[in-house]
Every structure is written in C-alpha cells, then in structure tokens.
C-alpha cells in the first residue's frame, strides 16, 4: 500500500483533498483505504493515505479502480521507472544465487557494488558503507565527521531535508520532522539560512550582485563555533532551488579554512536526477563524504551509502553502521544493475536534454501568467512557484492545491514543496511525448487557476 498523493503543508481534512476522497476513490479502493487508515499509525504526508496502488510500471502507477498516473513523483526512486526488465531479471538470478549474506561475510555483489560506487564517484571518494535507508547514510557520515574531526557541532540549512531518523532529524530543517519530538534534538546542530535566490531574505536580484551573502553566512558561523565537525547539506534542494553560481566553490573554501568536512547529501538528486550522475558536480566541487540512495535500488529495494575520502576511512575501532542488511547481496545486486542501466542507456545525458526542453517549454508558456512566481530545476526535478501576488511574493498554497487535484484528475502525480511549489520529478526513462503530455497537463492547469 502507497500513497498517490503527497503535498506537504496539505492538512489530512484540506477542503481540496475532501473533494478528491469523495469524488475520485472507487469501490475497489474504497475498502483498503479504511483498513490501511485503522492499521498504521497516522503521521503527516503518509498516513491515512488517500488512494490505492495496484500496478507500477515504466513512468505509470494505477489504482484498484484502474485509474493511471504519470507519476512525476515516485519518493525519487524511479530514476529508471517502475519495473525495468532488466532490474527484475537480475534480483531473480540473485536469489537463485545466494539471497542473504550475514554480515560478517562477504559477497561478490556487495564488494562489486562498493567498488563501482568508488569509481563513479569523483575525486577520492572512495570508501564506502551501505544501509537501508538514506537517513542512515547520513547518520553513518555524521559519525565518520566527529571521529575525523574530534568535533561534534554541525552546520546545516533551515528547511532541509535529511532523513527521519533522530540524528538525521536534527540536522534537518523541516519542521515537520522536528517540531513533534519533545525535548532536545541533537546537540550542536547549528543551522543558517538556506540558499533560495528568489526569496532572498536580502532582496538582492541576483548572485552577480548579491557576493553570496548566504555562503559567507557559513563561513560567519564556522568561524564564530569554531570547533564545526562537518557541514550537511543537499547540494540542489529538492523542492528545488538551485544554489546560485559559485555557492558551493565558496562553502568549499570556507569549510577548508576552519577544518570542517562537507558532506553532500544525494539520496534524491544522485545517480543522474540533475543531468549529471552527481548534482554537485554542476558546481566544480568535491565533498569529503557523499551519501546515495533512494534510486540506488531500482524502485524495487532499498539501498543507501555512504561514500567517502579514503583518508576518512578512521571508525575500524567501533561500529557506524552494523546493519543486518550491510551486504546484503540482493540489495547489492539490484544497485548495480541500477547503476549499470543507468550508464548504458545514457539515462544521465536524457536527463540533461528532457531537462532543458521541459525547462525551454515553462519558462516560454508561462512567462506571462501572474500567478507563476519562479521556476527553476536543473533535469528532470523542476518546479514552479504558484504566488498570489508576483510582486510581494507571497505564497498561493491553496491555488497550488487546487491545480495539484486538476493535474491528478488529469492523470498527473507529483508533489507539492513549501506548500506553493508545484514539484515534478520523472523518471529518466521517460520518452518525450509522455513528458509534452504531462507538461500540457500542468500548464493548462495553471493557466486555468490564473
């Protein structure tokens, strides 16, 4: 059971979702909608969901009912679409071959795997961990920077996004993930502003003219703590705002000046999301540690890593992980040949074409709607910013809510970020008239709530 529907900042009794519940589910889905709201605990942005899923495949999902999606969504796993061939045909050779590895065994797969990994990987990105999920990747880079470092303190970016998880959680910014927790989160989790050009805090117009206030806001806060192990942060937010040229480059030195690590999180943006295999390349930067998930396993199985400098390779003394699917050979295998489809059909490069055409189409279409406050993305994770007024900026979260439910209605998932951003995020695999389709779906909805 999954959810079709995701928008954060949505109340679970919005007036927009009521009138899907009543109008859009089926008899079919009708009754494991009721059994899965009395089973699992309630939480925002999952639980109750509202539709069904019986079938995924390629770039569509469908309900009981038989109602079908593009999904523009996909929790950011589908890079190479729902159930590649390929991918299926390989897990099922893996289970005939060898289905579990205890952990203090090795396996060819999951050695394979570390070693492809390290060779993607720009730079001296190297060593490598693998967990289930990519909190715990993350959990596993923050424990590798205080051993390095001897420090504990963080520094990450208000409204980011790293995982559900305790410590994940605490160098996260969503207040969604942090408000709940009674009593303190992790200790030394210093946050600053995040990048996010259009909404500036400085209301300067652009960076040529700005001299990255934000990135010396970084640099401000590891000097004045002084003892920062690490810097985490998501190098294209996924909501998505792209860091304004020379962000990173500046970010990079400062962490290099005060002795910090940086630490880029990719469990979204990785493996060619962005148009290059990883999203801070665009950048010209290399991290000290990278983590991976999410698409890592094909949309079939999870998988994270954690990948980082050969000379952090510095916990053989104690445990960081110790996870009871660390090598997993299934996993492994799946993640390999994700990896392997990736590269073969040049799924990487499409993303960097598909992602310009569709780009080329919103800002051409939609330049003159009012209610289109900003579009951005870089490949296929692009969104715009649905305003009310273009001029003071401010949010339109119940019109983005109401085009969301037109494009659902219309065939079209995806999610929406910050309440306002319409975000849309294909698979890779995704031939282009499906995308024209999609895109005409979503601009004439636009169109029609201005």
């Known amino acids: 059971m999954a959810q079709i529907v995701h928008t954060e900042g949505e109340s679970n009794t919005s007036g927009a979702r009521k009138a899907w519940l009543e109008k859009s589910i089926g008899p079919n889905s009708a009754p494991l909608l009721k059994r899965d709201a009395d089973a699992f605990l309630h939480q925002s942005l999952s639980s109750p969901c509202v539709s069904t899923i019986a079938k995924a495949e390629g770039i569509w999902i469908e309900d009981m009912d038989g109602r079908r999606y593009m999904d523009f969504h996909g929790n950011s796993v589908h890079h190479i679409g729902y159930g590649h061939p390929r991918l299926i045909e390989a897990i099922k050779a893996q289970l005939d071959d060898l289905p579990f590895s205890p952990r203090r065994f090795t396996n060819d797969p999951a050695v394979e795997l570390a070693e492809k990994l390290g060779e993607i990987a720009p730079g001296d990105l190297r060593k490598v961990l693998f967990t289930t999920g990519g909190s715990d990747a993350n959990e596993v880079a923050l424990k590798i920077a205080r051993a390095a470092t001897k420090r504990f303190k963080t520094v990450s970016f208000w409204d980011a996004f790293h995982g559900a998880g305790f410590g994940a959680a605490s160098v996260g910014g969503e207040a969604t993930f942090r408000s709940h927790i009674a009593g303190p989160l992790l200790p030394g989790t210093e946050h600053v502003a995040p990048f996010a050009c259009y909404r500036c805090p400085y209301n300067h117009p652009g960076p040529e003219t700005c001299g990255l206030a934000c990135a010396k806001m970084v640099d401000f806060v590891l000097e004045r703590e002084g003892d920062v192990a690490a810097v985490i942060a998501e190098p294209m937010r996924a909501v998505p705002y792209v860091p304004p040229p020379g962000f990173w480059k500046a970010v990079r030195e400062a962490c290099n000046r005060r002795g910090a690590l940086l630490i880029m999180d990719e469990i979204p943006t990785g493996l060619g999301k962005t148009g290059r295999m990883f999203a801070f390349e665009h950048d010209e930067i290399i991290p000290d540690i990278v983590t991976v998930g999410k698409a890592l396993g094909g949309g079939i199985l999870p998988i994270a890593a954690c990948v980082a400098r050969e000379d952090l390779d510095v916990c053989g003394d104690f445990a960081i992980g110790h996870y009871t699917h660390e090598k997993n050979p299934v996993t492994a295998r799946a993640a390999l040949t994700t990896i392997?489809?990736?590269?073969?059909?040049?799924?990487?490069?499409?993303?960097?074409?598909?992602?310009?055409?569709?780009?080329?189409?919103?800002?051409?279409?939609?330049?003159?709607?009012?209610?289109?406050?900003?579009?951005?993305?870089?490949?296929?994770?692009?969104?715009?910013?649905?305003?009310?007024?273009?001029?003071?900026?401010?949010?339109?979260?119940?019109?983005?809510?109401?085009?969301?439910?037109?494009?659902?209605?219309?065939?079209?998932?995806?999610?929406?970020?910050?309440?306002?951003?319409?975000?849309?995020?294909?698979?890779?695999?995704?031939?282009?008239?499906?995308?024209?389709?999609?895109?005409?779906?979503?601009?004439?909805?636009?169109?029609?709530?201005?």
Not at 389 to 411: F, M, S, V, W
Not at 418 to 445: F, K
């Open 340 to 450: 392997k489809i990736i590269k073969e059909e040049g799924l990487v490069e499409r993303s960097a074409e598909l992602g310009d055409h569709a780009m080329t189409r919103l800002n051409s279409e939609l330049l003159n709607v009012a209610i289109v406050g900003d579009i951005r993305g870089r490949g296929l994770m692009f969104g715009i910013e649905i305003v009310d007024d273009r001029a003071d900026k401010t949010p339109g979260n119940a019109r983005a809510e109401r085009i969301y439910y037109a494009c659902l209605e219309a065939g079209l998932s995806f999610k929406i970020s910050q309440g306002c951003v319409l975000t849309l995020s294909p698979p890779l695999t995704i031939a282009e008239e499906d995308l024209d389709r999609a895109l005409d779906i979503v601009i004439g909805a636009i169109k029609e709530a201005a």
